[in-house]
């Protein structure tokens, strides 16, 4: 049975960085495609980030452009997203996503496209308060 495991959320002050990490079982990460989704209190889930499993192309949402960074490494089977400049808003629960069948070349985050992925993880909480 394959199990994603989230790790790396926390407490923090704004302004402040955590660093999150996913792992699979049964997957070396080295070229699915994985995404890091949120969902806030009250909110629907949306998209963070993604890497394409093709060429390692990241992709992210508007608000989280210029401070969060995507990043796999092989070595540790392990996916990052690193997270910088924290604010309020980006409290949430994260959830890291994979899809292994799909080659994409541009990863899907978009509304809708949840359905893309194959394993989720049961998330890790970030919360961003002073």
């Known amino acids: 049975q394959v199990q994603v495991v989230e790790s790396g959320g926390g407490l923090v002050q704004p302004g402040g960085s955590l660093r999150l990490s996913c792992q699979a079982s049964?997957?070396?990460?080295?070229?699915?495609?994985i995404a890091w989704f949120r969902q806030a209190p009250g909110k629907e889930r949306e998209g963070v980030s993604c890497?394409?499993?093709?060429?390692?192309?990241?992709y992210y949402e508007d608000s989280v452009k210029g401070r969060f960074t995507i990043a796999r490494d092989v070595g540790k089977r392990t996916v990052y997203l690193q997270m910088h400049d924290l604010k309020p808003e980006d409290t949430a629960i994260y959830y890291c996503?994979?899809?292994?069948?799909?080659?994409?070349?541009?990863?899907?985050?978009?509304?809708?496209?949840?359905?893309?992925?194959?394993?989720w993880g049961k998330g890790t909480l970030v919360t961003v308060s002073s």
């Open positions: 890497i394409s499993g093709t060429d390692d192309s990241p």
């Open positions: 996503a994979l899809d292994s069948t799909v080659p994409w070349s541009m990863c899907p985050l978009g509304p809708g496209l949840e359905s893309e992925y194959d394993y």
């Open positions: 049964g997957f070396t990460l080295d070229t699915d495609t």
